[in-house]
Nanobody, 121 residues
Framework: QVQLVESGGGLVQAGGSLRLSCAAS????????IGWYRQAPGKQRELVAS???????NYADSVKGRFTISRDNAENTMYLQMNSLKPEDTAVYYC???????????????WGRGTQVTVSS
């Protein structure tokens, strides 16, 4: 059973930084596309950043230059470094990954359960 667990969320003042982590566990063969999403109350869930196995990254316009997505394939862990945080960044952040399990012929998409990020001002 594959599971994603986020950590690193919390309360931070505007202008501060946080690093979110998402650890994948279980019988994992390979992680493909990974991403971070966020959802604020009353708003749609939106893509924040994503990266594929080749290292290509994509960022939402609102976070370009401030957030950085990365991955540690050896540890099956992905990160979101968030700098210069703004109150508008307040949301529940979710990790997402396309993963092929050992023994499986196809991959599946998994979601973490979310971690709260609150930016005060």
């Amino acid at each position: 059973q594959v599971q994603l667990v986020e950590s690193g969320g919390g309360l931070v003042q505007a202008g501060g930084s946080l690093r979110l982590s998402c650890a994948a566990s279980g019988s994992i063969f390979r992680l493909y596309v990974i991403g971070w999403y966020r959802q604020a109350p009353g708003k749609q869930r939106e893509l924040v950043a994503s990266t594929n196995s080749g290292g290509t990254t994509n960022y939402a316009d609102s976070v370009k230059g401030r957030f950085t997505i990365s991955r540690d394939n050896a540890e099956n862990t992905m990160y979101l470094q968030m700098n210069s945080l703004k109150p508008e960044d307040t949301a529940v952040y979710y990790c997402n990954a396309e993963i092929r399990s050992r023994g499986a012929m196809t991959s599946s998409v998994y979601w973490g359960r979310g971690t709260q990020v609150t930016v005060s001002s």
